[in-house]
């Protein structure tokens, strides 16, 4: 039996317990999670419409082959960075915040995937990816249901580094079985404090919602991991 308001205060009296430790961990995941490129290109290219009007055909094919080749080595190295650097790096901080349930909170685990099975944690975790890639380029939907399937991998590479790629897909497929709307609503639960966030710019989300949110999610792998491997009945309230 869980309940979505015992996770998120177990969440919060660990977060209040360790605020900036909490704080830093959490702000450091995000980024492993993906960054965003905000660009005024638009604005540029109608300034300069006339002056590439101008532009010898040739000159043209020039620019655009140059830029082409550009975007392919930002892609090329955001992939390698994503996947050698900042994909352990996230299994680090889901140990992290694990271990801060557990009231034994040491910064120094964030860098546990580069010293323990480095190879099969970056081999896992850029099978997750590209299989959600793949799903979101069919669909929308199954992309976001295949997303809560994978929701655990992260955590259980966290306690078992060594474990064989397939049966890390396994058991966090059997973990979510039944449980990927109740995670839905959990995530929904928090948007009233992601529109608050937007109201400080984003200020209150690096400070108390991101580090609050991170936490109740790895409250809700420890329950989930504890239900999935016993035979026992199991309620989801409010």
Same mark, same amino acid.
């Given at each position: ?15 209040? !317990?360790?605020?900036?430790? =909490?704080? *830093? ?17 638009? =604005? ?10 101008? *532009?010898?055909?040739?000159?043209? @094919? %020039? ?33 992290? @915040?694990?271990?801060?349930? #557990?009231?034994?909170?040491? &910064? ?21 990816? %590209? ?5 979101? %380029? ?18 259980? &590479? !966290? ?17 979510? #079985?039944?449980?990927?709307?109740? !995670?839905?609503? &959990?995530?929904? =639960? ?6 608050? =966030? %937007?109201?400080?710019?984003?200020? *209150? ?34």
């Amino acid at each position: 039996m869980w309940y979505r308001q015992t996770l998120k205060d177990h969440a919060r009296q660990v977060f209040y !317990a360790n605020y900036w430790k =909490s704080v *830093l961990v959490s702000f450091i995941l995000t980024l492993t999670l993906g960054t965003s490129f905000n660009s005024s290109s638009s =604005s540029i290219l109608d300034d300069e419409s006339e002056t590439l009007n101008q *532009l010898s055909f040739d000159a043209l @094919l %020039l620019i655009l082959a140059t830029f082409f080749v550009i975007v392919l080595i930002i892609l090329l190295v955001a992939t390698i960075l994503k996947t050698f650097v900042f994909s352990p790096l996230e299994v680090g901080c889901r140990l992290c @915040l694990l271990e801060a349930l #557990e009231d034994a909170y040491n &910064l120094g685990t964030m860098g546990f995937a580069f010293k323990n099975n480095y190879v099969n944690i970056v081999k896992t975790q850029f099978l997750k990816n %590209l299989f959600l890639g793949f799903w979101y %380029l069919l669909f929308i939907i199954p992309g976001i249901i295949k997303t809560y399937e994978y929701r655990m991998i992260p955590y259980i &590479l !966290a306690e078992n580094p060594g474990m064989a790629t397939r049966e890390v897909f396994a058991r966090s497929k059997k973990m979510m #079985e039944g449980e990927k709307w109740n !995670a839905f609503i &959990l995530d929904i =639960s928090f948007i009233g404090w992601n529109l608050l =966030s %937007l109201l400080t710019c984003g200020i *209150l989300n690096i400070f108390y919602v991101n580090p609050y949110y991170q936490l109740t999610c790895a409250a809700l792998y420890h329950t989930l991991s504890e239900k999935c491997f016993r035979d026992a009945s199991y309620y989801v309230g409010s």
